[in-house]
């Protein structure tokens, strides 16, 4: 096994089985208080969840977040999380296809089309990566998975713990000008489970990009996984950051306040009442990752199908309860910010670092 490939399982391992929680900082979503409406005036036949996403219609407001490639397990993930994505009218996300770049044997594991024909699909790229390719060799990547738009992934906290990982983040306003010029699909900015801030944000309002994956603190901690395999300094290093980043529901107020098309909430979102209160936030869609993960090593997609029963499950409760019909309506519909996720929505409102 390559040392890409090794890497790849091992944070497939540690994702399903290890202690890679955030340790003390949570998503905030709890902090969104949905309002119960006793009187809804509505039948649960009347709700209607599907939503509009990056010009595709999904029956549901859910992502199954990019997680995986590279090795053969990974294969099998993504090729029974993104056949259940198809079926149920969810959108679903590829890990980084650094590996298959790298090593084209690999792009087999990326490969979800003849499974996943009508998905909304999600390429991934690391920003450092990116940098360093044409933009004829990104949508040569694209093109490989037939992927409807690319997530360039950021992930400093990462890399800086990572083995051998990346130190150098410089260019990364200047690729996604380039990108959303020349690529011929949409580009989403994605973090890796530390979170899009007001910083992040508005520079990246300021180099064109209208769509973001906020992937904020509060569930993994890739800076955890990180430590798991790293030694001396390092090691420290990740645990003084372990639980370093901008938790999701924070990150998720700061894009949607600033106007980006699309905003997907992702980290640390495990339920169907998570979904709801994203959205209500305003997330456009909301994705999930590790305990679909979970799911799949526990009972493979029998166990997937039944974890996102209860998802969609939650989602139809949390409108109908609301009085919110559908998607529009739950994003209006009366909710309480609690601290401290009001105090983060002052203190960061757009304007306030001028």
Request: with cysteine; proline share 4%; aromatic share 6%.
């Amino acid at each position: 096994m390559s040392e890409i490939s090794h890497r790849k399982q091992d944070h497939l391992d540690l994702c399903a089985t290890g202690p890679v929680g955030y340790r003390d900082k949570t998503t905030l979503l709890e902090c969104v208080q949905l309002v119960h409406d006793a009187l809804p005036e509505l039948s649960l036949d009347d709700i209607d969840p599907s939503v509009t996403v990056l010009g595709k219609r999904l029956k549901w407001p859910i992502l199954v977040a990019g997680m995986t490639g590279g090795t053969a397990e990974a294969a099998a993930v993504n090729r029974v999380l993104a056949a259940v994505a198809n079926a149920r009218g969810y959108a679903f996300g590829l890990g980084s296809q650094r590996a298959m770049h790298r090593q084209p044997d690999l792009a087999p594991t990326y490969h979800v089309r003849d499974v996943a024909p009508d998905v909304l699909l999600f390429g991934n790229l690391g920003m450092v990566q990116a940098r360093e390719m044409t933009t004829a060799q990104i949508q040569a990547l694209v093109d490989a998975v037939a992927a409807n738009a690319l997530c360039i992934h950021l992930n400093p906290a990462m890399e800086l713990v990572q083995p051998g990982g990346d130190r150098d983040f410089r260019g990364g306003s200047d690729l996604f000008r380039r990108l959303g010029n020349e690529l011929r699909v949409p580009v989403v900015a994605k973090e890796t489970g530390n979170g899009i801030g007001p910083l992040a944000a508005e520079k990246l309002r300021a180099a064109g990009v209208r769509h973001v994956d906020v992937s904020g603190a509060g569930g993994t901690s890739w800076v955890g996984v990180e430590t798991l395999r790293a030694a001396d300094g390092a090691k420290r290093l990740g645990e003084a950051f372990w639980d370093w980043g901008v938790s999701t529901a924070a990150a998720v107020a700061t894009c949607a306040e600033r106007g980006f098309e699309t905003v997907v909430a992702t980290g640390g979102v495990s339920s169907g009442l998570d979904v709801a209160r994203a959205v209500a936030l305003g997330a456009t869609i909301a994705g999930i990752a590790r305990p679909a993960l979970k799911a799949f090593r526990a009972g493979g997609r029998e166990a997937v199908d039944a974890f996102f029963d209860d998802v969609e499950q939650a989602v139809r409760a949390a409108m109908l309860l609301t009085g919110s019909r559908d998607i529009a309506a739950l994003r209006v519909a009366p909710r309480m910010i609690a601290s401290p996720l009001r105090e983060w929505c002052t203190a960061f409102a757009p304007g306030a670092l001028r």
